[in-house]
């Protein structure tokens, strides 16, 4: 059986872009073209947009235009981030700091500069998610380039410290890194309070385009670029400016400054209705991540005794789009790194299923959820091979 009707939960891979973003993007495709670094006039406006996207981003944050770094994705700014400090601090020291439960593209980098020398600690999180502080002023040493923590998780929602961490770090003379991805859009972000040296925000967690993201890097902090070229972005990022989805971002990060707020409750609401119904007529089901600490549009739930990948499957069958974890790697046959670090077992973390909502999400589609999801639950756990 499938069905017509669409149930869109998995905001947290990606979201759709707003109808006043396009309106902001489409001159920018065929009326007001040109490159940012041609010298007529059809470049210079082009490079004016994105001077005033800069600036745009930068208040939104708390941070001056020239400390913002355009990029392609989040990827490629936690890339640049990790990898581009390493190598330019390396007489400072080759020691990197990284959560346990961090995205696979810092987990990646952190894996690639081991494999070339460098000495990597990883914090121990609790079962909600939570990072080791106290291990953290362990692991810190004189020969410590950075550290980098998630900021709001993008599997399993629990939102870190992220101004104790940071405070920890000034301390030491450490630099601070943090993957907002997730964060930032819910989350009101300012750079100097939460003592950040670099973080990443990406455009299509934020009713933004694909294709655009910033890497923040506070004034003089040393960092090493991984593209050559033409020098743009001060020479931190050669590639020709992407000044559509620039323009994009742009535009959403000034939407989500109006709306955050009011955005944060209802989404809070339905996140706390949807939990309460689901636990509640479903015997064998957990709640992933922190109760209440946790980013508003995010709900990670394991199904004792079933495989996530079914269940999703089943919802999919319905109209249901939700997601098994990480969308960067959600083909993987593997356990979610994140929900083991937490202490949940390869049943469990098997079973688990991100239902993520978003600007959009109904009541109305929560309830359909909620109606359809107990049977399949049922129909599975007959068939499961995981019998308890």
Known sequence: MTVSRKTYLDYAATTPVDPEVIRAMEPYYNQKYGNTMSIHAFGQRQSEAVEKARRVIARSLEALPEEIIFTASATESNNLAIKGMAFANQKKGKHLIISTIEHDCVMESAKWLRNLGW???WLAVDGEGVVDTDQLKREISIETFLVSVIHGNNEMGTV??????????KERGVRFHTDAAQSFGPVKIDVNQMNL???TISSHKIYGPKGAAVLYLKKGT?????LHGGGQENGLRSSTVNVPAIVGLAKAVEIVQKTRDK????????????IKEVLGLIEGTSLNGHPTERLPNNINISFANIEGESL???LDRRGVEVSTGSACSSRSLEPSHVLM???????AAHGSIRFSLGRWTTKAE????????PPIVYKLRKISPFKS
């Open 119 to 121: 000495k990597i600690s």
């Open 312 to 314: 999703l499957m089943e």
């Open 197 to 199: 040296d670099a973080l």
């Open 222 to 226: 040393k960092i090493e670029p991984w």
């Open 263 to 274: 955005e944060n409750r209802k989404l809070a609401k339905l996140r706390d209705y949807f």
């Open 366 to 373: 929560l309830d359909y959820v909620i109606k359809v999801l």
């Open 160 to 169: 870190q410290n992220i101004r104790e961490i940071g405070a920890i770090c």
């Open 341 to 347: 670090a937490m202490g949940l077992g390869e049943k």
